[in-house]
């Protein structure tokens, strides 16, 4: 029962912070396809983590996390381009 509300919890946590690294890789792209300061390997980069992210959320929504380092993983990413975004240089 604990350990239910626990892995909700978790799930829920998963979730919104696979929305806040969506929300920032798509932000990167519009921004970067708008104003041109994208190249290829950015493009492809960002591509790549919105298909992570999407895979992460189809984990989350499924039943659960089905590996435990995803949120980790998912963490360590958002940070990474979140202060890339502040820095306004390249991921």
């Known amino acids: 029962m604990v350990e239910d509300s626990v ?15 969506t929300r920032i890789v798509l932000d990167r792209l519009e921004n970067g396809a708008r104003e041109g300061t994208l190249d290829q390997g950015q493009v492809r980069m960002l591509g790549s983590i919105a298909l992570r992210s999407l895979k992460l959320w189809k984990e989350a929504v499924g039943g659960g996390i089905a590996r435990p380092s995803a949120l980790k993983q998912l963490l360590s990413t958002e940070e990474k381009l979140a202060g890339s975004m502040k820095r306004g240089g390249q991921a």
Not at 8 to 19: H, T, Y
């Open 7 to 21: 892995e909700a919890g978790l799930r829920d946590e998963l979730l919104a912070n696979v929305r806040r690294l």
